[in-house]
């Protein structure tokens, strides 16, 4: 069975940074695509960042340059480091897997960016 946990959000001024991190039990996460979402209130979830098997990495335009997926296959995690952030990525952050040709999702954790 697949568990996705993030943790690491919160509150945070206007420039910044916070690291998201997503634990993953029942995978490997070097052999399957993961990303992070989000999604803010009243607006659909949008894809953050994603990195492949392959460490190929693409990012939502808005924080290209300013945010940076990347994954650690001894710990079985996969991180969001964001910096300089700005009120508009306030959201819920979802940690997101696609397993055995399934979706898989972690809570998500709430990140406040105050201006």
């Known amino acids: 069975q697949v568990q996705l946990v993030e943790s690491g959000g919160g509150l945070v001024q206007a420039g910044g940074s916070l690291r998201l991190s997503c634990t993953a039990s029942g995978i490997y996460v070097g052999v399957n695509h993961m990303a992070w979402y989000r999604q803010a209130p009243g607006k659909q979830r949008e894809l953050v960042a994603r990195?492949?098997?392959?460490?190929?990495?693409d990012y939502l335009d808005s924080v290209k340059g300013r945010f940076s997926i990347s994954r650690d296959n001894t710990r079985k995690t996969v991180s969001l480091r964001m910096e300089s952030l700005k009120p508009e990525d306030t959201a819920v952050y979802y940690c997101?897997?696609?397993?055995?040709?399934?979706?898989?999702w972690g809570q998500g954790t709430q990140v406040t960016v105050s201006s």
């Open positions: 997101y897997a696609f397993v055995r040709g399934r979706d898989s």
């Open positions: 990195i492949t098997p392959g460490g190929g990495t």
